[in-house]
């Protein structure tokens, strides 16, 4: 798998198969690393995608070590092809690497690009948004692919043994996925209340799609120009998927099956 990520600063994108990506990130207070993770894989086809973004407990340095176990733990169990073994692993493994008391939230997702199907985990996580290109409209996506906004999967480390539920949606050109983590979620709006996922599905419908780049941008200069302290008190992350017209090859969909046998008897 070819693999890219960290809980460092990064503004950064990426093509793989089927996806644009924008990551993002920012640790507290300019730290040198944070409590956000951030994660993309690609396998050697290009036919399967995984991304993650996670939020430890706490936050700035105190949270970095743990939050680079979590980065490290999605990769050990990155070629698992069931996305269910992948967020079960990441629970259990993670229960056993953190103290008493930490946890963390995350979104997972794995991508097969022959089929143009997502598979969306949220693990205790505010729900991410999910942008129709057909509607031109941006809603919430809950566990059971509905803007229910209710948390179905409890965060890793809070129960070991935990069954998650997954959400699967087909991505047409066009259509984008945003994660962020809970800086944005718990940003305050003028009246001093929480600004939430309804909150951001506002601001994001009133921002012009055209330039992903730009679109990240503004969101957060719209959510910091609600109140003073918004995105100050905690390290903050954004990952934009956008579904691109890019296929994978006839070679690579032809290899793939030997790959896979090739690396069970490796």
């Known amino acids: 798998m070819e693999v890219w990520g960290g809980n460092r600063a990064t503004w950064s994108s990426f093509v793989v198969p089927g996806l644009d990506i924008w ?50 733990i999605m990769r ?53 948004l999910v942008y129709c290109a057909a509607s031109r409209l941006w809603t919430p996506l809950s566990a059971d692919g509905s803007s229910d906004c209710d948390q179905t999967n409890l965060p890793f480390g809070i129960l070991g043994g935990q069954d998650f539920l997954s959400t699967k949606l087909k991505l047409l050109p066009g259509d984008m996925l945003l994660a962020y983590t809970d800086s944005l979620f718990e940003a305050y709006d003028s009246d001093g209340k929480v600004v939430g996922a ?27 120009d609600l109140s003073p302290k918004n995105l100050d008190l905690d390290d903050k992350t954004v990952v934009l998927t956008r579904a691109n017209t890019q296929g994978v090859t006839l070679k690579d969909n032809a290899l793939a099956p030997f790959r896979v046998l090739r690396r069970l008897f490796d």
């Open 23 to 72: 990551v993002y990130s920012q640790p507290f207070q300019g730290d040198e690393q944070g409590g956000d993770v951030y994660y993309v894989s690609s396998c050697a086809s290009g036919r399967i995608t995984r991304m993650l973004v996670g939020d430890v407990s706490g936050h700035g340095a105190e949270a970095s070590a743990l939050s680079a176990e979590l980065r490290d």
């Open 198 to 224: 309804a909150g951001i599905t506002g601001i994001a419908n009133s921002i012009s799609i055209d330039a992903p780049r730009d679109f990240v941008t503004t969101l957060l200069r719209r959510i910091r």
């Open 76 to 128: 050990r169990n990155v070629n698992y092809v069931d996305q269910s073994r992948v967020v079960k692993s990441l629970n259990e493994q993670f229960e056993a690497a953190a103290t008493v008391g930490r946890f963390a939230t995350a979104i997972v997702g794995t991508y097969f690009a022959p089929t143009r199907s997502l598979t969306v985990c949220t693990a205790g996580h505010p729900p991410p």
